[in-house]
């Protein structure tokens, strides 16, 4: 939030930040979408493409209030299945000169079974206000299904909660577990999968030792195999499976990943989590520059859109992306949109210009746009 970044430190803004959207004490966006901006994805529409990345609701703990900020889709976590504090305090900077962020949060999570019960009271609060049911038959129903979750399938609700929006869920690992094992990520599917339209495998955070290990071609394809199995074993409508990488790899490491999420069927690609690298291009002190720690904000752009673009051209955009990292403005969304994102996701540039960043977008991207529908620009840089 801006008006807290001169007296708190930037965790203790973004706590107080969650806090307010917890309790609905942030303004709402009532402005309808605009249709020109929707777009279709796994078959399900989506009213705008401007999401809100993982990393600022960890917990699951502000889902309706940033809903209704205006995002079309909205990721909660990285939830790693065993809680976790995370590395030691302090572990967020701000890079003020950049409006960038370094953090190295190490994957601070309340775990799955506490997010689990979040998610199900969620979903039975909301079918208990539902105007399709009844209360007495609600609660009858509940009985029988205590989750509500096959209520709310049954009755076609996205598991967003939300008409035209979807929830997405970013897994992650505990620190002490096996570099290379996939179990924390199958347990994740099996234990949050229902409550999502969205899963995420995030492979890629440079503050999980090991973790980046798994993007190696071998072990990466052994990877997608075994979580795709096992999102496959559950009860329809199935999640979407998305993996979320870095954006410091190289050009072959790229196209071993490309091939491989072609050939494993997973749903998607998130492009890309934070970097490790200092572009020369800051302007911070280098005392915060040299923290350790994941890089986010403008700097990252240059990286992000580069991965993102081989990507597309080396599956001929036969992989849906969702873009990430820099995107401060319109303009931003529409170069990663051209590139070949179907989607964009934002965090550092909504901690910067506060709650009305998605409408903000929304309302300078359909300027841009002009008579243009936003999926009729989607990989339009290669057409």
Request: charge should be neutral; hydrophobic fraction near 35%.
């Amino acid at each position: 939030m801006p008006v807290l970044r001169n007296i708190t430190t930037p965790e203790s803004s973004h706590k107080f930040a969650i806090w307010m959207s917890k309790w609905g004490l942030i303004a709402k966006d009532k402005l309808p979408d605009d249709e020109r901006l929707s777009v279709e994805v796994w078959g399900k529409k989506v009213s705008n493409p401007i999401c809100l990345a993982a990393g600022f609701d960890k917990h699951g703990e502000a889902i309706d209030s940033l809903f209704d900020l205006g995002f079309g889709y909205v990721e909660i976590g990285s939830v790693t299945p065993e809680p976790q504090p995370g590395n030691a305090q302090p572990r967020m900077f701000r890079l003020p000169k950049d409006k960038a962020i370094i953090n190295r949060y190490g994957f601070n999570s309340d775990g799955h079974k506490l997010v689990e019960l979040r998610l199900r009271d969620r979903v039975r609060r909301c079918l208990y206000h539902s105007a399709k049911l009844h209360p007495k038959i609600t609660a009858a129903l509940l009985a029988s299904s205590p989750d509500g979750v096959s209520l709310s399938d049954a009755l076609g609700i996205n598991r967003s909660l939300k008409e035209d929006k979807l929830l997405g869920i970013n897994l992650g690992k505990n620190k002490w577990s096996n570099s290379e094992d996939v179990q924390d990520y199958v347990r994740g599917i099996k234990t949050l999968g229902s409550y999502a339209d969205v899963l995420v495998v995030n492979v890629s955070s440079p503050n999980t030792p090991g973790l980046r290990g798994l993007q190696r071609k071998g072990v990466f394809e052994k990877l997608l195999k075994e979580v795709i199995e096992t999102r496959n074993s559950l009860h329809e409508p199935r999640p979407a499976l998305l993996v979320k990488i870095a954006p410091d790899l190289s050009d072959e490491e790229l196209e071993d990943i490309a091939d491989a999420a072609l050939n494993s069927g997973v749903d998607g690609v998130i492009v890309s989590n934070t970097t490790i690298s200092r572009p020369n291009t800051l302007q911070s002190d280098t005392s915060l520059t040299s923290e350790a720690g994941g890089l986010s904000g403008p700097p990252v752009k240059p990286l992000s859109l580069k991965a993102l673009r081989k990507i597309y051209q080396h599956t001929n955009g036969k992989l849906l992306l969702i873009g990430c990292g820099g995107i401060s403005d319109a303009q931003d969304a529409i170069e990663y949109a051209k590139a070949g994102a179907t989607l964009v996701q934002l965090y550092t540039s909504f901690g910067y210009d506060g709650v009305g960043k998605a409408r903000e977008l929304k309302d300078d991207i359909l300027r841009e746009l002009k008579d243009k529908k936003w999926s009729e620009i989607i990989g339009e840089q290669w057409k």
